[in-house]
């Protein structure tokens, strides 16, 4: 029987050329499967290719093609994604910093490793560090120590600090840590600052307030600036930094009120930064108030001249302007490098709406030392004129 089913086929491919290879097969195998006995499959470890022949057998129920077309097919290519935009902007040229190599550099350096502090010169990238750390030419460095640890409890989007809604607890020997190294450093204006701490409940102001004290204790003519947190606006633990010593209260408010939703953390509010800078000035009208402005999000002429307008009308002495840079690709992209040109319009207008001085440029921060050898000379000839009156 099998034989004549043979036959059949050959005389049914002689008289129907036409028709298609895919046909045929299945007719031939529904002829001799009509034969055959019927065996139950069980499903095994092979019944992955029970699977793909089940499925040829039904394309092959479904597709007309002849066989020359199925000779002529493309075999498939596989395309390569596109691939994937970095979203960091290559660097224009006047972006370049002095290299951290210096002996002071080490010197530095290995104080801070030793006594198992945090500066911010480190933990956020800071492009000045082979500049400040490694000093002038009267060798004469400059370092921000960061209190409190080196995790915040704030998500700021343009920032690389570490964040946690629980960081360790505060280190009660900081205050001697510190006050030990600003002696071996030799200073005589150090920059303090921290992280926030939203999870204690007086937010870290006693312990930036005690830091404060012992520096003045053990050295009474250094100069202190203190550059704090937000404190959630609340006025008795601003209170405690800004009553405890200091010689300038800095904060800052990172950038213009119209981007500031997507710059900062949630809990950081534009208009909360100006009423803790306004707050410090009413407790003492000769405390010098500083804040730091960072360009290249995508903030316009008119956004800047307002925040400077609102920065005036509170009294703030001193504002930076300096470049935003992106540390990750995680964090927000840089808009636009901003010119050399441009830093210097912004200098210029800023010193015409009174500021008592202004650092503006690139590579400028909060804490550059250019901007703390002016406060340093201003604030001595202060005392001087105070203790001679």
């Known amino acids: 029987h099998t034989s004549n089913t043979h036959q059949q086929l050959i005389m049914m491919l002689a008289n129907n050329s036409g028709r298609t290879l895919s046909s045929l097969a299945l007719h031939h195998a529904r002829a001799l499967s009509s034969q055959a006995p019927q065996v139950e499959v069980t499903r095994s470890s092979s019944s992955s290719k029970g699977d793909r022949l089940e499925a040829l057998r039904s394309q092959l129920s479904k597709d007309d093609a002849s066989i020359d077309d199925f000779a002529a097919a493309s075999p498939i290519v596989r395309k390569k994604a596109p691939p994937r935009s970095s979203k960091i902007l290559p660097k224009p040229r006047w972006l370049k910093a002095k290299p951290a190599d210096s002996d002071n550099y080490q010197k530095l350096r290995s104080t801070v490793r030793e006594l198992g502090l945090a500066t911010v010169c480190e933990e956020a990238r800071c492009p000045n560090i082979g500049e400040c750390w490694g000093g002038g030419e009267d060798s004469t460095a400059t370092a921000t120590i960061m209190i409190m640890g080196d995790t915040c409890t704030r998500g700021c989007r343009f920032c690389s600090v570490k964040t946690s809604k629980a960081p360790p607890p505060l280190d009660p020997e900081e205050p001697a840590k510190v006050s030990t190294a600003i002696a071996k450093w030799g200073l005589d204006y150090v920059v303090l600052t921290s992280v926030d ?193």
Do not use: W
């Not at 870290?204 to 959630?232: C, M, W, Y």
């Open 197 to 389: 701490r939203d999870d204690l409940a007086d937010q870290g102001s006693n312990h930036f307030r005690e830091v404060i004290q012992q520096l003045k204790i053990k050295k009474p003519d250094l100069l202190v600036e203190a550059l704090t947190p937000d404190f959630q606006g609340q006025e008795d633990l601003i209170e405690k930094v800004a009553t405890s010593g200091l010689d300038v209260y800095a904060h800052n408010m990172e950038t213009v009120e119209r981007l500031t939703h997507l710059v900062r953390d949630r809990r950081a509010k534009y208009h909360q930064s100006l009423d803790v800078l306004s707050y410090v000035k009413s407790l003492n009208a000769g405390c010098l108030t500083k804040t730091s402005l960072m360009l290249g999000f995508g903030e316009t002429d008119e956004d800047i001249r307002q925040t400077l307008r609102d920065l005036r009308n509170i009294d703030v002495d001193v504002v930076t302007f300096g470049q935003y840079l992106q540390p990750t690709k995680k964090h927000v992209p840089v808009k636009e490098y901003i010119t050399p040109e441009k830093f210097e319009t912004c200098q210029k207008e800023a010193e015409s709406m009174g500021f008592l001085y202004v650092a503006s440029g690139a590579l400028v921060r909060s804490s550059y030392k250019a901007g703390e050898f002016f406060l340093k000379n201003y604030l001595r000839e202060n005392k001087e004129q105070q203790h001679g009156s």
